[in-house]
Nanobody, 125 residues
């Protein structure tokens, strides 16, 4: 079992920044890949970013490329999502998810085994 807890969400004006954290606990010693997803009311949850266990392979979806950065500190069992130049369309509940053991890059939520409870990000225009 792996437990994930997101933090760092909040309210920000367009153009601002937020940094989300995803802290993992439990059976993390096997290594895990992490995905960030987001969901807005009335829409399906969508992929935002991915990092493999070592951090050597990272991907972000096209709509956030150049603005969002995923990183991780495995000594702290924490994955981060730095979000800059935020837009109102970035508003949503952000979830981190873990693929344990890591099976390679995926933007499909079905590939992930464990999920956090989500953190709300609201960007005002």
């Amino acid at each position: 079992q792996v437990q994930l807890v997101e933090s760092g969400g909040g309210f920000v004006q367009a153009g601002g920044s937020l940094s989300l954290s995803c802290a993992a606990s439990g059976r993390t010693f096997t290594g895990y890949a992490t995905g960030w997803f987001r969901q807005t009311p009335g829409k399906e949850r969508e992929f935002v970013a991915y990092s493999n266990w070592s951090g050597s392979n990272k991907y972000v979806t096209d709509s956030v490329k150049g603005r969002f950065t995923i990183s991780r500190d495995n000594a702290k069992n924490t994955v981060y999502l730095q979000m800059n130049s935020l837009k109102p369309e970035d508003t949503g509940v952000y979830y981190c998810a873990a693929d344990v053991p890591p099976m390679g890059y995926s933007d499909d939520e079905k590939s992930y085994d464990y999920w956090g409870q989500g953190t709300q990000v609201t960007v005002s225009s």
